[in-house]
Nanobody, 123 residues
Framework: QLQLVESGGGLVQPGGSLRLSCAASGFTLDYFAVGWFRQAPGKEREGVSCIRSSGGSTNYADSVKGRFTISRDNAKTTVYLQMNALKPEDTAVYYC????????????????WGQGTQVTVSS
């Protein structure tokens, strides 16, 4: 069974940092694009960042560029989202997702999802 499990969320003050992890179970992420999405209360799910399977190129939402960094481990079983200079508007449930054919901003086009991890940025 293919599963994704997120971890690393929590409560952090504005300006702080967190690192989220997305671990694959039952498969490796070699041939999958992996994306991070987030959903705040009352808002639609939005794409945050994505890393492609081939070449490992990345992209970011404008709202997180320069602050967030997505990366893979060498074993290709975990994808990370390093979040720096966090703002209150980054508060949301963060989800990772995987799909076989490259990055897509439309969350409906992703095949596998984790259960989500809460990130709260507040003083």
């Amino acid at each position: 069974q293919l599963q994704l499990v997120e971890s690393g969320g929590g409560l952090v003050q504005p300006g702080g940092s967190l690192r989220l992890s997305c671990a694959a179970s039952g498969f490796t992420l070699d041939y999958f694009a992996v994306g991070w999405f987030r959903q705040a209360p009352g808002k639609e799910r939005e794409g945050v960042s994505c890393i492609r399977s081939s070449g490992g190129s990345t992209n970011y939402a404008d709202s997180v560029k320069g602050r967030f960094t997505i990366s893979r481990d060498n074993a290709k079983t975990t994808v990370y989202l390093q979040m720096n200079a966090l703002k209150p508007e980054d508060t949301a449930v963060y989800y990772c997702a995987a799909r076989s054919y490259g990055c897509q901003s439309d969350s409906r086009l992703w095949d596998y999802w984790g259960q989500g991890t809460q990130v709260t940025v507040s003083s």
